[in-house]
């Protein structure tokens, strides 16, 4: 009886909740997004052809550049004010993952510079290093094992 | 130069479509920014381990390395490459290709940390 | 069985101090509050010992409005969001007043309005001060994000107040607001995990406690003036008259919620203010400053509190929900 009527009651409050402007939300995405990654590729081209850089050392270098980007903004309070503005299209970019490192570690500050700033650096960047390594491993194991035939 | 444009222009689109669709994520299921990232880099991976994320690069350079499928993409990569040299080369390859952004991401996120305070924000 | 009790001596709310942040006091009920920060810091270091700061100061102008001292206080009842309810404690310290820390998350206000109440309807108590805030940035890092993540807030999401209240419970005879009756509340869980949809969570709370108060009291809503629920913003707002309209009782006239009046409602808090600081800002500064001037001389108060913790929501419980209702009416003993 309390669960029908709960589910009732549910379904009454998505039915009324607001829903994102899904439009809205999809073009800001989209041109901020894009837009970070048109920099991205200004960058490798200003690398590649000012400083002759190419393969690993020009991708390497880019993303340290955007990275650098990424947390000087989040530094200076605007990442935020982007996220709040783009949603996934500045949460995505690398300039995303930059920000979920240094947002913790400054909030944390005021813990500490070990136990605060150090250890809470990794709170939401910290999953993309564990998936991201031991999913690196997983397909180099099989692509090795594969290999041996 | 059309070339130069060109490659903008597609960097532009891709990196652009691949947010979008993280934000059609996020409108539909209310997922948290963590696991966007986690679920977009674990598809790079995948992506690469079949080899078809390499065409995407080729095709929109930052466009797609940019987003931290890029990220998964590089991992994945490093992976198969070190994989030709053995086991240890598995083991390593993924991280030793990431070694740049990780580093990047502690030490510019130690400085920034250090320097900068959290502000209250006002809406 | 009944959830209300009813106070003979009626208990006198005799003075009260607010102090809100920037954003607050350029709210809709900003001219109304105590004093208004231009800085949430309050030249403090952290955010935490602003939050404790500002509690200290509206319990310390409190007493002073009463024109009392604090020697005269015999009890001190308050409560806050913060992990083991430091700010209170902690601003407790500065004061050598007894303690009782409370903790019912936003309805904290109501909670403690209540045990003084008692208190000093019992006649074991002659002066007791119940204050409790809240900080946006604190309970944006305890409850959500660090607070330069570029995360997207739903559009159901509320706002934290930054902000005090202290009130000042007293025997005193005299023309004075009086709490004349409270209801305690259940907790009440009809299964929202959303966290950012506070609201949702707590109108069924909000709606037991105002029907149960109804019921033992024996009176119609149209018998206040106001209606005043703590934080359900404006989406709860909306899910408590749907479960009022459901029960047959018609509060449509006589509602109104403190974190839907706190803010403009142009600004980007889409629903309106929560935390514990939005029904303690706005009771003890616009509704006590309208019943001294006689504009209302009947509130039900029905601060309402989502009890949830992080660990619990990231274990995937659901929402458990309180509210109090007390009851204030002006009148002279």
Redesign the interface.
Known sequence: MQKAYNSKYLEYVSKISPKTNEKRSLLRAFFVGGTICLIGQFIRFFLEFTFGLYGDVLSGTTSVILIFIGSLLTGLGVYDRIGKFAGGGSIVPITGFANSVVSPAMEFKTEGFIYGLAAKMFVIAGPILVFGILGSVSVGIIYYIVGLF | MTDVLLMFLKAFLVGGGICTVAQILINYTKITSGKILVYFLLAGIFLQSIGVYQYLVDFAGAGATVPISGFGYLLAEGAIKGAENGLFGAFTGGLIAASAGVTAAIVFGYLNALIFKAKSKKN | MKSTVFFKNMPAIIATSTIC???EGQGNLGEYIETRLQD??FGE????KAERKMLSHVINKSVQNANLRLCDVDCLISGDLLNQIISSSFSAREFDIPYLGVYNACSTMSEALAISAVLVDGGYMSTTVSATGSH??TAE?QYR????????????AQWTV?GAGSAVISSKSGFYPRITSATIGKVTD???T?VN?MG?AMA?AAFRSIYNHLKDTNRKPSYYDLILTGDLGA?GS??LK??AKEKGVDIDNNHVDCGEMIYNID????QGGSGAGCSAVVFNSYIYTKMRQKKFNKVLFVATGALLSTVSSQQGETIPAIAHAISIENGVV
């Not at chain 3, 270091?45 to 935490?48: A, L, M, N, S, V």
């Not at chain 3, 600004?267 to 889409?270: D, G, H, P, R, V």
Request: aromatic share 12%; hydrophobic share 25%; net charge negative.
């Open positions: 942040g920037p954003k949430d810091t270091k952290t955010y935490e946006f940035s890092r994000y660090p607070l330069e993540l570029g995360s997207v807030r739903p559009p159901q930054t009809f299964g929202v959303d949809n949702a069924p989406l909306r899910l749907h479960l600004e980007e808090e889409y």
